[in-house]
């Protein structure tokens, strides 16, 4: 896999987990906001485990209240939830 490729899976899998864990509709849209995003999408790129990440998405379909403990954005996630 290439490179453009894997940077769209990982776009596509932290695009899944910020709707799954409900976040989506919390992340800051101010210059700050605007660089936390830019930080956890470099997480994710670094996150070494897409298909347990993948394979968790598929099982919470129906939404979840948190992140897997293996993601490395699910603090900033769940920080956002309740800063919002």
Not at 55 to 67: F, I, M, S, V, Y
Request: aromatic share 4%; proline share 5%.
């Amino acid at each position: 896999m290439g490179l453009l490729d894997r940077m769209s899976e990982k776009a596509s899998l932290m695009g899944r987990m910020i709707t799954t864990v409900g976040a989506i509709d919390h992340i800051p849209t101010s210059q700050s906001g605007d660089g936390q995003l830019r930080r956890a999408a470099t997480r994710c790129m670094g996150c070494g485990k897409p298909g347990e990440c993948a394979e968790w998405l598929e099982e919470h379909q129906a939404g979840a209240d948190h992140a897997p403990g293996f993601c490395p954005n699910g603090a900033l996630f769940d920080e956002w939830k309740t800063a919002g």
